[in-house]
T-cell receptor, first 114, second 115 residues
């Protein structure tokens, strides 16, 4: 069974631009979560989607948004990029959004904002 | 609020030594879930184990073992006879059925195995 895939793997943008990252969950998994990883803040939860609906959202500004499609694939968008948005963005999928479900992570998209 | 503390920022041991990574958590939930993930240099978080709060049995998987103690809110991870391939950053994480955070991660412990 294929794991979580994320595209692109690497991205370079400039301040003020916007970016869209894509995540395909493990087949059969319907919950997708996004995390941001930076050296200073560590791993932080961005948001979670299930059945095309955002269920939970972390403490991030409105420039960070996402969506989920009917096939459970998810995209996240960051508008008006800032230097501090440079990070590894990790997507994780699980069967359902229930607490005990294990999340399986993709390889991440490494975003560099210049 | 939930919190996970991994006090050891970096650990280096010589190959074949045993090493224990510490994890202390805080939560007000009576039902919660603890996880360990491994992050090699490639960046992907690899799932190692999940433990439910109502199951305090320790677990062993090959060279890996986990010691869960609710009395001290700790979920420590021991690697026996370490190998160079064990070099990675290890994260402890806490999840629950409530709240907005899907998983709360610790800051990670960078483990280096010296050949």
């Amino acid at each position: 069974k294929a794991g979580v895939t994320q595209t692109p793997r690497y991205l370079i943008k400039t301040r003020g631009q916007q970016v869209t990252l894509s995540c395909s969950p493990i087949s059969g998994h319907r919950s997708v979560s996004w995390y941001q990883q930076t050296p200073g803040q560590g791993l932080q939860f961005l948001f979670e989607y299930f059945s095309e609906t955002q269920r939970n959202k972390g403490n991030f500004p409105g420039r960070f948004s996402g969506r989920q499609f009917s096939n459970s694939r998810s995209e996240m968008n960051v508008s008006t990029l800032e230097l501090g948005d440079s990070a590894l963005y990790l997507c994780a999928s699980s069967l359902t959004p229930r607490g005990p479900e294990t999340q399986y992570f993709g390889p991440g998209t490494r975003l560099l904002v210049l | 609020a939930q919190k996970v503390t991994q006090a050891q920022t970096e650990i280096s041991v010589v190959e074949k030594e045993d090493v224990t990574l510490d994890c202390v958590y805080e939560t007000r939930d009576t039902t919660y879930y603890l996880f360990w993930y491994k992050q090699p240099p490639s960046g992907e978080l690899v799932f190692l184990i999940r433990r439910n709060s109502f199951d305090e049995q320790n677990e062993i998987s090959g060279r890996y073992s986990w010691n869960f103690q609710k009395s001290t809110s700790s979920f420590n991870f021991t690697i026996t006879a370490s190998q160079v391939v064990d070099s990675a950053v290890y994260f402890c994480a806490l999840g629950s059925n409530f709240g907005n955070e899907k998983l709360t991660f610790g800051t990670g412990t960078r483990l280096t195995i010296i050949p």
